[in-house]
């Protein structure tokens, strides 16, 4: 069975620096990327940072300058290095990894870890 399990989260001060890593275990089908969603009171899950295995990187654009995600060379290791932390980074952030099944993509997801950003 896919695992992904977050690191803790916590309270930053805006302006502030928080590392997530999200450890991937078990085994399967080949993986196709791996990436960081949040999701913020009241707010639809959105995605916040995701990398291919083809290395394509995106950003939400909130978050762009700010925001780094990398990964370790087996995709064991996800990291979401968040910089310039504001108010609005507040959310739950989720670990994602997807998988390909032939043409099918599987989808599995950490059960989330809360950051607050607030003075």
């Known amino acids: 069975q896919v695992q992904l399990v977050e690191s803790e989260g916590g309270l930053v001060q805006p302006g502030g620096s928080l590392r997530l890593s999200c450890v991937r275990s078990?085994?399967?089908?080949?993986?196709?990327?791996m990436g960081w969603y949040r999701q913020a009171p009241g707010k639809q899950r959105e995605l916040v940072a995701r990398?291919?295995?083809?290395?394509?990187?995106d950003y939400t654009d909130s978050v762009k300058g700010r925001f780094t995600v990398s990964r370790d060379n087996a995709w064991n290791t996800l990291y979401l290095q968040m910089n310039s932390l504001k108010p609005e980074d507040t959310a739950v952030y989720y670990c994602?990894?997807?998988?390909?099944?032939?043409?099918?993509?599987?989808?599995?997801w950490g059960t989330g870890t809360l950051v607050t950003v607030s003075a």
């Open positions: 078990g085994s399967g089908f080949s993986i196709n990327g």
């Open positions: 990398i291919t295995r083809g290395g394509i990187i």
């Open positions: 994602n990894a997807n998988y390909l099944y032939g043409s099918t993509v599987e989808n599995y």
